[in-house]
């Protein structure tokens, strides 16, 4: 038993090597990208702050109000990182993008669209549930009545205790 917890171990750092060489070999691929494409990276470093704070506010586990918040503010962004592609993968043309105003109205508008998205889907679903939970027990309790009708009171399983004579 001992020699099998012994031959388990290594083969645990084994992988946890593997994971972090992925993550070094992938992070030394993207680094040409983003010097190629350093202007587009910060407009959209900019412009996703509204989802890098959602990330970093969102405490559970799946990332709801991260997902939810981020995708509608990529959304938001991509007018910007187009209109930069357009007038060319520039410092220049970055800074005049990430000066105005327009795109940051759409992007953080798209990001705020996507707050209300998250704090409002739960009471409307929460509601819905209410309602048809309680149609559902309405019908069962019809069914169950007309059932007490045509067999009689003995089919609800209450015990009526009658008088001994």
Request: charged residues 15%; contains cysteine; aromatic residues 8%.
């Amino acid at each position: 038993m001992a020699r099998q917890i012994e031959q388990a171990e290594p083969t645990k750092s084994k992988e946890g090597g593997k994971g972090s060489g992925k993550l070094i070999v992938t992070g030394v691929l993207m680094l040409p990208v983003i010097a190629v494409l350093m202007p587009s990276c910060i407009v959209l470093a900019i412009n996703m702050a509204p989802a890098i704070v959602a990330y970093a506010v969102d405490r559970t586990r799946e990332k709801y109000l991260a997902v939810t918040v981020g995708l509608l503010n990529f959304c938001g962004t991509l007018p910007a990182e187009v209109a930069l592609w357009q007038r060319g993968q520039t410092y220049d043309a970055a800074m005049d993008i990430a000066s105005d105003a327009f795109f940051w109205l759409v992007a953080y508008g798209a990001a705020a669209l996507g707050w209300a998205i998250y704090l409002m889907i739960p009471p409307i679903l929460g509601h819905y549930y209410e309602i048809t939970s309680h149609a559902r027990l309405q019908s069962h309790q019809r069914k169950q009545q007309a059932l007490i009708e045509a067999w009689g009171e003995e089919v609800t399983g209450e015990i009526t205790e009658k008088p001994s004579g």
